[in-house]
């Protein structure tokens, strides 16, 4: 079965920073686009950034500059890189991945990490 597992988040002052990471396991033949979503209270889930499979990279207006979207395929491991933290990036984040496993194509989350941004 698979699983995509994040960690990182906690509790930063603004301007800090985190990384978080979203490590995959199972039975997995390869990973497609990965995708990292956040959530704040009361609003809906935004994309924040995104990665394809050969690397290419888009990011939402709010953190260009940022933060920084990678991966590691070898690690079936993608990353969030959050520089220059504001009170508004808190919300609760999640990785998404398209996943090439023994069931065959599937669209996955992990669980969501907590991200808070306060002095």
């Known amino acids: 079965q698979v699983q995509l597992v994040e960690s990182g988040g906690g509790l930063v002052q603004p301007g800090g920073s985190l990384r978080l990471s979203c490590a995959a396991s199972?039975?997995?033949?390869?990973?497609?686009?990965t995708g990292w979503y956040r959530q704040a209270p009361g609003k809906e889930r935004e994309l924040v950034a995104g990665?394809?499979?050969?690397?290419?990279?888009n990011s939402v207006d709010s953190v260009k500059g940022r933060f920084t979207i990678s991966r590691d395929n070898a690690k079936r491991t993608s990353y969030l890189q959050m520089n220059s933290l504001k009170p508004e990036d808190t919300a609760v984040y999640y990785c998404?991945?398209?996943?090439?496993?023994?069931?065959?194509?599937?669209?996955?989350w992990g669980q969501g990490t907590q991200v808070t941004v306060s002095s």
């Open positions: 199972g039975i997995i033949f390869s990973i497609g686009a």
């Open positions: 990665i394809s499979d050969n690397g290419i990279t």
């Open positions: 998404n991945a398209e996943v090439y496993s023994g069931s065959g194509r599937g669209d996955y």
